[in-house]
């Protein structure tokens, strides 16, 4: 992490063991992503939730989780980083240890609480990236990482822990993972450099163009999320038997592996507006391909370029918020809003889904990617007039 680059780091630049222990806090911030279908869904198998409150439980904790990521980069100075990751950590231990203690609506609130904790350890792991000489690379690197560990950790929790124990084992095994983190944040920086002031003057939020750059970062959540929540629907509504969806959100993260990868690699050898335009399209493709209601042999092929493009793609949305923000402030808050937009697009394009009908979820992402595309491209067709305004 200490080699020469041609762009500096903002700050002095972390040892390997100090960016290491940043991305295991953002890896145990995003973790429960992964897990809830399985620790949810064991919570509802056992009569604690309903199935109506097993989706309000997971879209609290999202909610809150964005919320909190997005004022922890509004509010907090990034001082003191340790005993603020600390204590987050513990926080989240203590809230997922007594998760198993509550039914009904009170696993809804007591997740929606797990969420602040969550989101205040995305705020370090994302500020630390905003930072960095290549962020689009470490982003890539932070995806791919925690798509990693979610799935190692389900597999493991799936397979050794809650077909013994339970819900209360996984909930259980989450905690003791939080534990260890807390551990681990004594290895991180304890503070990082000041950001210079945004194009408003504010020392801590971005300008307008920022704010029109993170809601490009939020639809383009929105459209994934909300179609991907959707693969089960559309795949018994294409006849399909019900092992197809499992085998296609296993090849989906597995090549989601694959896209984060590839991004990384690629990350400052493709420019970030043409990344973007390529996977719109490849995108339009998959969605008619969803829409028509394929057979199970291209419904998995749909699905796993789905998932590679899903993470491929989300690395070169940082660098269209820098460019549209050099001061990076929207940068420090795009985990916030790719959060927030993965809680609301469920939400939203249940509107247009019916029992009978699941394809309005896919009008709806086709919408918001296009809404999506069209906010980067206005955005890079303006820097050079933005830049001239400035005097640049």
């Known amino acids: 992490m200490t080699e020469a680059n041609p762009v500096p780091w903002i700050g002095p630049a972390p040892t390997r063991v100090q960016f290491s222990a940043v991305m295991f806090i953002g890896v145990t911030a995003i973790m429960i992503a992964g897990l809830q279908p399985l620790l949810l869904g064991a919570l509802e198998a056992e009569g604690r939730i309903s199935s109506a409150q097993l989706g309000q439980a997971a879209t609290a904790e999202l909610l809150t989780m964005g919320l909190a990521a997005g004022l922890s980069g509004a509010l907090l100075k990034p001082a003191r980083l340790r005993i603020i990751a600390a204590l987050a950590s513990l926080l989240l231990a203590g809230v997922d240890a007594a998760t198993p203690m509550m039914q009904g609506q009170m696993v809804t609130l007591i997740r929606a609480a797990a969420g602040i904790p969550s989101g205040v350890l995305m705020w370090i792991t994302v500020a630390l990236i905003a930072r ?191 460019e549209a923000d050099p001061a990076r402030r929207a940068a420090v808050l795009i985990g916030g809003a790719q959060v927030l937009g993965g809680s609301f697009g469920p939400l939203l394009a249940s509107m247009l889904v019916t029992d009978q009908d699941a394809r309005g979820a896919v009008a709806f992402g086709g919408a918001c990617l296009a809404v999506s595309v069209l906010i980067a491209i206005g955005l890079h067709q303006t820097r050079a007039r933005v830049a001239l305004a400035r005097g640049g």
């Open 132 to 322: 960095s000489p290549m962020p689009e690379r470490w982003s890539g690197v932070y995806l791919t990482v925690q798509t990693l560990a979610q799935f190692l950790l389900a597999t493991f929790l799936s397979l050794a822990v809650v077909p013994k124990l339970g819900a209360d084992g996984g909930f259980d095994g989450l905690a003791v993972f939080c534990v260890v983190t807390a551990a681990v944040a004594f290895l991180m920086p304890d503070s990082y450099a000041d950001l210079p002031r945004s194009e408003s003057g504010s020392a801590s939020l971005p300008g307008l163009r920022g704010w029109i750059a993170l809601a490009g970062a939020f639809l383009y959540s929105a459209f994934t999320i909300g179609v991907w929540v959707y693969a089960e629907p559309l795949s018994k509504q294409s006849g399909h038997d019900p092992g197809v969806t499992g085998l296609a959100v296993s090849i989906s993260l597995a090549c989601q592996v694959a896209g984060g990868s590839a991004a990384t690699y690629l990350a400052g050898k493709v420019n970030w507006l043409v990344a973007i335009l390529v996977c719109a399209l490849i995108n339009v493709g998959l969605l008619i391909g969803f829409a028509i209601l394929p057979g199970p042999a291209i419904f998995l092929a749909i699905s796993g370029g789905f998932g590679f493009l899903w993470l491929f793609a989300l690395p070169f949305l940082v660098p269209m918020v820098i």
